[in-house]
Every structure is written in C-alpha cells, then in structure tokens.
C-alpha cells in the first residue's frame, strides 16, 4: 500500500472513531493523530497518560506490574516480596527474560517467586505480622540476600496494612536495606506511575546510603547504565561499546544490576538512560541531588549507535571522543555487511508498532537501516514527553495512537496493511491469526539481544525471519481474501 495522505490518515482515524457512542468517540479521538513534524510539543495533537475508557480493551499493566515488573524485579541480588495473593507475584515471576550472573536461590533470585500469599484471614485482620515472619523467613532460608523490597498488591492499601513500620523494624534487626513499595496496582493510570513510584522508594530507602562515604575509588571516565533491563543481554551488548570506547560502567539499572551497584551511582559522572520512561525521575534527582547530569542513548541499529556514542562521547575528553570513533570503526565492516544481506530482503517493508517504554521510537532507525518504513506508531503508557521525541522520528501523515483499543489496532491494521506489526504478547496472535507477520517487541519473541551492532545483527536475522517465513504463504490475510473473493465475482458476472 503507497503512504498515506494527511487527509487519508485523518480520514481513517474518523472512520475508525464512528462505532463509538458520542462520548467514547469525542474521548478516543484526543488518542489518535496524524503525525506532524513542524510541531515541537505533541500536546498539540494527541493525549497521553490518561484513564482507559472503560468497557474497551486496554493493554496497558498496572502501577505494580511497573515496579516490580520492570524496575524493581530484576534487581538479582535482592528479594522481592510481593505482598499480597499469590497471583500477581506468579504471573509476574520469570516473564521479561531479564537475564543475570548468578546461581539462584543462592545469591540471585531474579525468576522467584516471593509471596505472602494473602488469604481471607489477611484481608479481615492485616498481614503486618505475616509480613515480618515473612522476613526472618528469608533471611533464614536465604542469608545471601542484600535486601529486601515489599511490593506491595492492591489489598495492601486498601487495608491500610503499615508496610512502612515493618520495613524500619526488620531494617534494625537484620542489618539490612528492607523497601517498602507502595505501587498497589490501582494506583494511577497504568504501570508508568509504578515506575515513579519506585524511583522514589530507590530515592528515599537506598540511594543515599552512601553519601559521604569516599571508599570508592572513582575515575573521571564513571558511568551508570539506566533504565536498561537487560531483556535477552540487551544491557551486555550496551556495556561492550561503552567499555570499548574507554568508560567504566559503574552501574547497572536494574538488569543483572545489584543494590551495591545502585547505592554507588552517585558517584559516577554521567548517568545514561535507555528507557527514558520508567526512570526519568530518578535520573533527574540526582541531577539536583548530586549535579550528575543525564542523557538518553539509542543503541537500536547502527545510524542511532553511531548518533548516540558521540554524543556521549561530547560529555568526555579526546580520549574518550577518539574511542568512540574507534568503535564506530571497528564494527563498521560488520554493520555493513548485515545490512548488504538483509536489506534487499526487507527494503520497502512496512512497520507499524504499538510497545511500551522506548521502543515505539527507539528502533524505527534500526528498521530505517534496513530499508525499512514504520507507518504507525503508539505507546502503551506514554506521557507526552514520550511523544515529542516520537514527533520527529516519524514520517509527516503517519499514524499515532495512544492507548489503542484491540478494535483500534485491528482496524487500523485491516486498512494500511502493513508487512510486519511489531506489538506485544497479547495482540501476536490475533494477528498471526490474520495472517500478518509480527514480533514480539516487549522480549524480543524469545531471542535477542537487539542492543548493539551485535543485537543489531540479530535484529535483522529476526525480522527477516518472520517477514519471509514461507507458512505466511498458507495464511491470507482477511482483506486479501476478499479480494480474491471479489475478483472471482467479477470474473464468473
């Protein structure tokens, strides 16, 4: 299908909106925009960070899944309680494939499942006690630990259960960093206030652990690496150029990161964020706290590692800048040689992608690279400064759309027919099911890393792998169908 108009976007948006009620269409119309790169400020054309409509299918976690699911979880060397029934502790145990040095169940504990596994008992009587018992339990089963946090569940707040008094209580008697989190799962409007949620508990329980302590030696060339989750060793690819140019990565937040690693950030001169989303806040803290500043980096595709590496390389000396250069260089032949096989393969393809966190605009340049187009795109979660740095990645007249119901999405799909849908576990099938190749770009469908010219390398054995599977042959797209269906019509009239 030929792009797309401004008129024609906007006509599919209007088209899409008309089996709503008044209200509901007047309500998701703010969600849904044509992307316009003169703009500066996406409040201009699309809202954010607002309630699902009710009664519509939403995709979005809620605010524990955003702590201890994605900021808090993958921390290996602590143990994460999640308080309350036993189901949101099991669904969210092992499903990022957040990978980590270690042995588990001795001095890692990254894919347990910790639970106090409330019952009616709890709900009457509150689960304070069971929540210290709990603890000593731990800490007797697992003396290896270097803390504890509490994420807490819904029923935790809506009791009043005093997480906070037995976080300070076991903190004295063990001697050791015990959190209280409180991201119960109502909280806000989907998982992004369980990220800021957690930032603030890692802001007010550790992060000042260590201030004044000068036993860490330091070099001018310290870094941290923020708001990487280490999703198929995404986050060791990242920290291979990053050494390779010069810098010591003092830190690593939160994939195969420690709480040791976290109370030394402080001390380093520049923290790096992937996932501006999730941990913006905390990076922004330290920047008042500690006057470290901060910036996001893009290690999607070569053109974004290249843009990326010199620009963190411009917070350093030569030496720094001169490795920087030299890695780019180095992995020069190989980065071409990806694109030479892959390219003729895919160029032309069409992309749309509906993810959380980064990633709606973090790998558009790694599809851009390949010869790729991304024709619509949107965020789970995202607010608006989400969106602004999405405004100027994208194409003029394409797709943008926020919060996109499962009837949204499809229709959308049905009309533009893109090559590939790059979109998360819950929307795979419906669309392989409509014979549309699709990734799974929240874990990299059980591959990866895609970080790095490495990942990148892997990134476009993936994409080719699913556009031109031949079993895409055996399944038709509905509208191709009908087509056919129609055609055979005109023929036998």
């Not at 009710?54 to 994605?70: D, E, F, Q």
């Not at 819904?154 to 005093?162: N, V």
């Not at 890695?327 to 393969?345: D, G, L, N, S, T």
């Amino acid at each position: 299908m030929a792009a797309m108009t401004k008129e024609e976007t906007e006509a599919l948006i209007q088209e899409v909106l008309e089996v709503y009620p008044e209200k509901a269409k007047k309500d998701r119309a703010k969600h849904l925009a044509v992307n316009d790169q003169s703009l500066e400020k996406s409040n201009k054309c699309i809202t954010s960070n607002r309630k699902s409509l009710p009664g519509v299918m939403t995709i979005r976690g809620c605010a524990y899944a955003g702590s201890k699911g994605v900021v808090w979880g993958p921390i290996k060397d602590m143990i994460h309680i999640s308080h309350g029934p036993v189901g949101c502790g099991q669904y969210s145990r092992a499903g990022r494939r957040n990978y980590y040095v270690g042995t588990t169940g001795v001095n890692t504990f990254g894919t347990m499942n910790f639970t106090s596994d409330f019952q009616e008992k709890d709900i009457v009587f509150g689960g304070d006690k069971k929540l210290a018992k709990l603890i000593d339990e731990i800490e007797a089963l697992f003396p290896l630990n270097k803390g504890i946090s509490i994420q807490s569940e819904c029923p935790i707040g809506l009791i009043g259960d005093d997480i906070e008094a037995v976080s300070k209580v076991k903190t004295k008697e063990h001697g050791k960093t015990i959190v209280p989190v409180r991201c119960e799962g109502f909280r806000g409007v989907s998982q992004s206030l369980g990220h800021h949620i957690a930032n603030d508990a890692i802001r007010d329980w550790v992060l000042d652990k260590r201030d004044g302590d000068d036993s860490f030696p330091t070099t001018p060339y310290d870094v941290a690496v923020i708001g990487d989750y280490n999703i198929g060793g995404d986050a060791w690819a990242s920290r291979t150029l990053l050494e390779e140019m010069g810098l010591r990565v003092v830190a690593q937040w939160s994939g195969d990161g420690t709480i040791a690693e976290i109370e030394k950030t402080p001390k380093v001169k520049l923290n790096l964020i992937h996932c501006y989303r999730s941990m913006n806040y905390i990076a922004r803290h330290m920047e008042e706290k500690y006057s470290i500043p901060w910036i996001e980096y893009n290690f999607f595709g070569p053109t974004k590692i290249a843009e990326s590496l010199r620009r963190i390389a411009a917070h350093f000396d030569d030496t720094i800048k001169e490795g920087a250069e030299r890695v780019i260089e180095r992995y020069q032949a190989e980065y071409e040689a990806v694109i030479a096989k892959y390219k003729p393969r895919l160029q032309g393809k069409k992309v749309m992608l509906y993810v959380g966190g980064l990633r709606p605009r973090h790998v558009i340049g790694a599809y851009e690279d390949l010869g790729m187009e991304v024709v619509g795109t949107g965020y789970e979660f995202g607010h608006n400064d989400d969106y602004d740095r999405t405004i100027k990645e994208m194409g003029n007249a394409t797709l943008l759309y926020d919060d996109v119901t499962g009837y949204e999405f499809e229709e959308f799909v049905k009309k533009i027919q893109p090559d590939l849908i790059g979109s998360g576990i819950k929307e795979k099938y419906i669309f392989q099911k409509m014979g549309i190749p699709f990734r799974q770009m929240h874990s990299w469908d059980y591959s990866g890393p895609y970080h790095g010219y490495d990942g990148f390398a892997i990134f476009a054995r993936d994409m080719d792998m699913t556009l031109n599977n031949p079993c895409w042959k055996n399944i038709k797209a509905p509208w191709k169908t009908e087509a056919a269906g129609s055609e055979a019509v005109k023929a036998v009239a």
